[in-house]
């Protein structure tokens, strides 16, 4: 990783067809806190960072849905609601997620010069999102499997995300084709509920080299974004309203 004191990289995916970063505080995306000018300046202040010029500039109305669209000449300009994960092959047209602790997964074929860009939260983990933003890439691109790459941004670890025992079920439930076991601990026992944690990353691990993707095209931050909440906005760590940090890839 490349760890700059406003956004960290990935050092493999700073490709000569390639920009992008996660971004750190003070940056904040959330849109119900900033108005549209603060967000456009932050935008510039990424583009001049990346010291390149987007022609446009696609985030998606996230909803926890496990739904990737593609991005093309023909829609570039919708709202994409109730989407969660975007895919083009469009030179210039930056793909944007805003997360604070979802996992943010970057996607890129070199061969095919396709880039994705997925918010996987609990719910779009559980649901398989990255699976879909596969196969799209697949269906629509002719992506060749052992030719995608997985960048996995600093999120919530397994550290950190704490859940009930009802989440936990929906995993047992929704995973039986994996020994999902070995990814769930047994936390404690808090006002009379016991507690689990969930390596959500080490599941969306194994969900992409069980689809084909190769071991060694997955790359991983490891960066808790609770643990590491002075630097990143984190939903479960910051104690104010949170903010938003966001993964920004674009293809040159």
């Known amino acids: 990783m490349i760890i700059n004191k406003e956004y960290v990289q990935f050092r493999k995916l700073n490709k000569n067809f390639v920009a992008h970063l996660y971004t750190k505080k003070p940056f904040d995306f959330n849109s119900k806190k900033n108005d549209k000018s603060i967000l456009l ?23 926890h849905s496990n739904i990737v669209k593609i991005v093309d000449d023909n829609n570039i300009n919708d709202n994409f609601d109730n989407v969660d994960g975007l895919v083009t092959n469009l030179k210039g047209v930056a793909l944007v997620t805003s997360l604070a602790d979802c996992q943010g997964i970057l996607l890129y074929d070199n061969k095919k010069r396709v880039i994705g860009n997925i918010h996987s939260g609990w719910k779009g983990t559980l649901n398989r999102i990255v699976s879909n933003a596969i196969t799209l890439m697949q269906d629509v691109y002719n992506c060749a499997i052992n030719d995608i790459e997985v960048y996995i941004c600093p999120s919530i670890l397994k550290c ?6 009802d989440v936990k079920n929906q995993f047992v439930s929704s995973f039986s084709d994996i020994l999902i076991n ?14 689990y944690f969930i390596d959500t990353i080490g599941i969306n691990i194994k969900v992409l080299t069980n689809y084909g993707i190769l071991e060694k095209n997955i790359h991983v931050s490891n960066i808790c974004t609770k643990c590491n909440n002075k630097e990143f906005h984190s939903h479960r760590g910051d104690s104010i309203v949170d903010g938003r940090n966001i993964a920004f890839i674009v293809l040159k």
Do not use: H, R
């Open 160 to 165: 950190c995300f704490e859940v009930d025992e």
């Open 41 to 63: 300046s932050q935008y510039a202040k990424i583009q001049d960072i990346l010291n390149y010029k987007c022609k446009k500039i696609v985030k998606p109305n996230q909803t």
């Open 182 to 195: 070995q990814y769930i601990y047994k936390g404690k026992v808090k006002d009379s509920k016991q507690k």
